[in-house]
């Protein structure tokens, strides 16, 4: 079976594009990944993600900043996390430094003491080591920092 895929124009496709940018804050990678789907030609490509650029649709100091506000703030991640995915995303090291600027410092400190309290609670082992072992394994796996890891899960269990 033969699926007929639409055409369209460079404009046709500069607009979608647009609209992709404005839904949410995207990344190069993404944008690029967008328009493989449509097989441009590279200089086409090209015109496109100049134009998103030049017109500010496109920008990856805003994309990171956001990336970062938004991971934190509604998925609990840690820095080491979102440092992680945005090198993922080949963001560059300078915006990385910059979003990572976004995140308080004692708004950090609180998620962290407050979902480790969660984590604890929910936790049924009663040996004490093992327990400490569950609840480093899990901020380790949302991307926080080791010594901030073992200052707060030891304030949290006494042995």
């Not at 938004?70 to 945005?86: M, S, Y």
Request: net charge positive; hydrophobic share 35%; glycine share 2%.
């Amino acid at each position: 079976m033969i699926q007929n895929k639409k055409s369209f124009t460079v404009d046709e496709l500069q607009k979608k594009m647009e609209y992709y940018c404005v839904y949410q804050d995207r990344c190069h990678q993404e944008v690029e990944r967008k328009m493989t789907e449509y097989q441009l030609i590279p200089e086409a490509k090209e015109k496109i993600l100049l134009h998103l650029m030049q017109h500010n649709f496109l920008n990856e100091e805003r994309f990171s900043k956001s990336f970062a506000r938004g991971k934190f703030r509604i998925k609990n991640w840690g820095k080491q996390r979102i440092v992680r995915e945005l090198k993922f995303k080949n963001i560059s090291t300078y915006n990385i430094k910059t979003a990572l600027k976004e995140i308080d410092e004692q708004d950090y400190l609180k998620t962290i003491f407050k979902i480790t309290e969660n984590r604890n609670n929910s936790i049924i082992e009663k040996n004490s080591h093992k327990r400490k072992k569950k609840l480093i394994d899990f901020l380790l796996r949302k991307g926080f920092e080791y010594d901030l890891i073992f200052k707060t899960v030891n304030e949290i269990i006494t042995t």
